[in-house]
């Protein structure tokens, strides 16, 4: 088959592309870097340089493809984020359809369902709902859970006042996933051709945030590692004391908010979806001790 990924070779992009050309495919990764082209070819694929706001690329870039990835980049660096995500998913789409592209995974989130409540995860509603009117197509939204990787931001947090929290209670569950179980997900899906539209969960573990500082903790040899749940008041002035941009600050604020009254978890949850990724917290606790 010949596939293109988007998403160049970040934590999801690289194992991904090793998966497919090790299975025999043609494999075109679609990078805005330059500097990735020799990477891209090292893993023998084919790099294809451009922005994934320009429709004409894009279009060539998916010129002959039998099956696509798309991951839309968050675009957190500047103002009027959703709105910059939905432009550049919209992007995607339009030249998914002008190229006739057959068969689409859209790596999308948890949460996807509600259009509002939901922080940076509304780009993504807005772009399920763009990529569910183009036509003749194979297409699953291959929903993540919240990365571990994040877990990576609270390291500061940890080494300086020894706790670990969000604005997120100590007893919420959270369908946790590792890039490397979306990589297999992806590459299982993209050589699949279902009818119509259709959603799949990808989750490594489903945990407790009790669970992940005592995790975390056990890992780094702090087992009293706990989990403080912040008012939303201070996570805010955390996260702006840590650097961030207000509107980028708002919007994890709002997500944290979801995740604390379980709407975002709430569509997972209803159904009999499947736990199937492969590495659970305390393989990731592992990593993380090792970046610790």
């Not at 592309?17 to 679609?30: E, Y």
């Not at 359809?97 to 057959?102: S, T």
């Not at 569910?132 to 297409?139: A, P």
């Not at 490397?180 to 009818?195: F, G």
């Amino acid at each position: 088959m010949k596939i293109t990924i988007s998403g160049s070779l970040g934590n999801i992009g690289k194992p991904l592309t090793t998966k497919l050309v090790a299975s025999g495919h043609d494999v075109t990764v679609i990078s805005s870097n330059n500097d990735r082209a020799q990477a891209i070819e090292a893993l023998g694929a084919k790099a294809a340089i451009g922005s994934v706001n320009d429709v004409a690329f894009l279009k060539n870039a998916f010129a002959q493809a039998d099956a696509v990835f798309a991951m839309t980049p968050p675009n957190l660096g500047g103002s009027d984020i959703i709105a910059n995500t939905t432009v550049a998913g919209k992007a995607l789409a339009e030249a998914i359809a002008a190229a006739g592209v057959k068969r689409v995974v859209m790596l999308s989130s948890i949460g996807a369902d509600l259009p509002t409540g939901n922080g940076p995860i509304a780009g993504l509603y807005n772009i399920e709902k763009i990529y569910e009117t183009i036509q003749n197509v194979s297409l699953t939204f291959l929903r993540a859970g919240f990365f571990y990787t994040n877990l990576y931001n609270d390291i500061p947090l940890i080494k300086g006042a020894g706790i670990i929290g969000a604005n997120y209670q100590a007893t919420a569950t959270i369908p946790f996933v590792h890039p490397e179980d979306i990589a297999v997900a992806a590459a299982e899906e993209l050589q699949k051709s279902p009818s119509g539209k259709n959603i799949r969960y990808i989750i490594s573990d489903v945990r407790t945030t009790t669970d992940v500082a005592k995790a975390l903790g056990e890992a780094i040899d702090k087992p009293q590692l706990p989990w403080v749940e912040f008012t939303d008041e201070q996570s805010l002035d955390g996260m702006k004391q840590a650097g961030l941009p207000e509107e980028i600050a708002g919007l994890y604020l709002e997500m944290g908010s979801g995740l604390r009254s379980g709407k975002i978890q709430e569509h997972f949850f209803s159904d009999t979806f499947p736990v199937d990724g492969k590495i659970k917290l305390e393989d990731f606790a592992k990593e993380f001790a090792a970046k610790f």
